[in-house]
């Protein structure tokens, strides 16, 4: 029996118009769509791609993996998720695994990928529009000068004072979190006033926010920061 092929497919950052026609082409031919799911039991990228394809009839395959900064505790998630997707790979059946955003970019989808890809199963990407190129579209703004470099920063794994020290434009991307310590680094640089963000890019709970001055309290896991150059 011929093993199955997986396919980590980018859904892009929050609005199923963005997901591309390849996309939806692989969705559309895969019996078994994989998703991670958070503790609250939502498959966000699912939801997402199931506004553009009828998933009706799909086998789907949540996955959990572990919020953790430990790399050893996220490792174990990847390889616990391989192997429960490489059962149905060793039946001939296709698997799909949405990711929200592009596949390239902290995707978890890509480090499931890689994994499966050592164990020697034919494996696919499917890129998505990154959740930058959203937000700089939310804003009305470009990423980049003729001549300026681009930055992508997790801003909670950081030297943040350091990075913003960089010449060209900086994305602080996975930003919710440390949020406070975001601000205050752009404060510290005085680039708060210039710079923007966006949260929940594209979800019908998207925030624009035009500069980095008086947040409030409570802001998305999903935002994403604008730092001119």
Not at 22 to 51: D, F, N, T, Y
Not at 212 to 220: D, H, K, V, Y
Request: aromatic share 6%; with cysteine.
């Amino acid at each position: 029996m011929t093993a199955g092929t997986f396919y980590a497919v980018g859904v892009g950052p929050g609005d199923p118009e963005l997901l591309t026609h390849k996309a939806a082409a692989v969705l559309e031919s895969c019996p078994v769509i994989a998703a991670p799911r958070v503790s609250s039991g939502e498959m966000l990228a699912l939801k997402i791609a199931a506004g553009a394809v009828d998933l009706s009839g799909k086998e789907i395959l949540p996955l959990t993996f572990a919020m953790a900064r430990e790399k050893s505790a996220r490792a174990a998630g990847y390889i616990a998720a391989a192997d429960c997707i490489a059962q149905y790979l060793d039946l001939g059946r296709d698997v799909a695994m949405v990711n929200l955003g592009d596949v390239s970019i902290y995707a978890t989808a890509y480090y499931v990928f890689d994994e499966l890809r050592r164990r020697g199963f034919e494996t696919r990407m499917i890129p998505g529009v990154p959740s930058f190129c959203a937000v700089a579209a939310a804003l009305g703004r470009s990423l980049t000068g003729p001549d300026d470099p681009l930055h992508i920063i997790p801003a909670g794994e950081t030297d943040l004072d350091a990075a913003l020290a960089m010449p060209g434009t900086k994305v602080l991307m996975k930003s919710g979190r440390s949020m406070p310590a975001t601000a205050a680094a752009l404060a510290r640089a005085g680039l708060a006033q210039r710079s923007a963000m966006v949260a929940d890019c594209g979800l019908p709970t998207e925030q624009v926010f035009h500069s980095m001055e008086n947040l409030p309290e409570e802001i998305s896991y999903f935002a994403t920061v604008i730092v001119p150059e």
